[in-house]
């Protein structure tokens, strides 16, 4: 590790030109395999020094979200609240050898309907010194979220993206074999279909078909079959679940990992456990239900786990889950 770390020297090139080298006092090669791990070891002191100031937070390597309740009657304590830590955080970034980057960074306000129009006059905010100008979206992680958690601009963009590599998937399927194909649409496409899907747990009807859709045209050109051809059978031939029934298996897996390894511990904290007051005696079962305090302090865990449009539905599954055989989902959700 010393030596990893240890004199190491750098220089800046551009075209031709160089300039002189010089020792690295901090930092870790860009690209490296420990350059992710190093630096949130580096950082996560931050997280107590953020809470200190009274505001929720969540990082990811070098991405740091941080989280504020507001009163949509009496605005400006929150907001102050805010200005303040994102300043103290911007400093101890400084004292540290970092520094926060102003023109990526994004303000959203969050709320139901009548909750943004009562923020509509609230246009920007200023943050770590610089003053930002509302979004009506955000990106975090690849994932397109809006300010009424719709998750319509995620399912967007996943859409568009499955159709284009569709397209580029038909021009050569005639010079792959089945096997290829197959490995090349579930590695390209189908990796975008399950990419955060379990965000769509709860979502209308109307949102799920766009990325049935996208499933159904990519099973189309596996298949060799035309764009009119009934697609209903062929995620079944190729032992694929439908979009649906993989947004539920994918939010019942994490949420029996989450339970049963407690990790990570900012999801485990929402969730209790609950016992009906009847269960049949052959299918023991456990039901998992929100924390009322915690569903309302992070919206995107909420949305990671529970129902949008009930937070207080609760999620039934077995408490041992494991993936069954391909031909059992197949008979139960009758594909």
């Known amino acids: 590790m010393h030596s990893y770390l240890a004199d190491r020297q750098h220089h800046v090139k551009l075209g031709q030109h160089s300039s002189a080298t010089m020792l690295c006092q901090c930092g870790v090669p860009q690209g490296s395999i420990l350059g992710p791990l190093l630096f949130t070891a580096y950082a996560s002191p931050v997280g107590d020094f953020i809470q200190s100031h009274g505001t929720s937070y969540h990082q990811f390597a070098d991405d740091t979200q941080l989280f504020i309740a507001m009163n949509m009657c009496d605005t400006t304590p929150a907001l102050e609240r805010l200005t303040v830590c994102s300043s103290a955080v911007r400093l101890w970034f400084l004292h540290n050898g970092l520094q926060l980057n102003a023109d990526k960074s994004e303000v959203v306000i969050l709320g139901m309907g009548h909750q943004l129009r009562a923020a509509a006059n609230i246009t920007t905010v200023e943050m770590a010194g610089s003053n930002l100008i509302i979004s009506d979206r955000f990106k975090s992680l690849g994932v397109t979220t809006d300010s009424h958690l719709r998750f319509d601009c995620l399912v967007n963009n996943v859409s568009r993206e499955c159709n284009y590599h569709n397209r580029a998937l038909h021009h050569v399927r005639s010079l792959l074999t089945d096997e290829v194909t197959q490995t090349v649409a579930c590695s390209i496409v189908a990796s975008r279909l399950d990419y955060c899907n379990s965000l769509l747990h709860g979502a209308p009807a109307a949102t799920i078909v766009k990325l049935q859709r996208a499933q159904n045209n990519l099973a189309r050109v596996v298949c060799q079959r035309g764009g009119r051809t009934d697609a209903a059978p062929l995620p079944r031939s190729l032992h694929w679940l439908p979009v649906k029934h993989r947004i539920t298996y994918k939010t019942a897996m994490l949420t029996h990992k989450v339970l ?21 005696v052959t299918t023991p079962a456990l039901r998992c239900c929100p924390s009322r305090a915690s569903v309302q302090s992070s919206f995107d865990v909420r949305s990671l786990l529970l129902d949008q449009q009930s937070t207080t539905r609760c999620l039934p599954f077995s408490r041992h889950i494991q993936a069954p055989p391909r031909h059992i989902f197949l008979e139960r959700h009758n594909l």
Do not use: G, I, K
């Open 260 to 280: 049963t390894t407690s990790t990570p511990p900012y999801l485990h904290d929402m969730l209790t456990a609950a016992t009906p007051a009847r269960l049949p």
